[in-house]
């Protein structure tokens, strides 16, 4: 599903998505987590398809929870709350 409607962003505004990556024993991560991770995670845990292109993410280098921000086009803009983990 593409969102279009205003009622599935708040739904998504008000859920914190969950990303499991390889991390050490600092909470370091091995790698980082990118626009196209936070996607998959929308799309798989609210089954709502977000264009990883539309998505500002910070650099994510360490477990805890972040920020994205959708930008579905100039008027409409949302904040996605994710919370990254190790595996």
Do not use: C, M, W
């Not at 962003?9 to 050490?24: D, H, M, S």
């Not at 091995?30 to 929308?42: I, L």
């Amino acid at each position: 599903r593409v969102l279009r409607n205003p009622a599935i962003a708040k739904a998504l505004v008000a859920k914190t998505f969950t990303i499991a990556v390889k991390a050490g024993a600092e909470g370091r991560l091995f790698g980082s987590v990118t626009a196209g991770d936070v996607a998959a995670a929308v799309e798989s845990q609210a089954n709502v398809a977000l264009d990883r292109k539309k998505l500002h993410v910070d650099h994510v280098k360490t477990v805890g929870t972040y920020t994205a921000t959708a930008r579905l086009h100039h008027d409409v803009e949302f904040p996605i709350t994710f919370e990254v983990v190790a595996k």
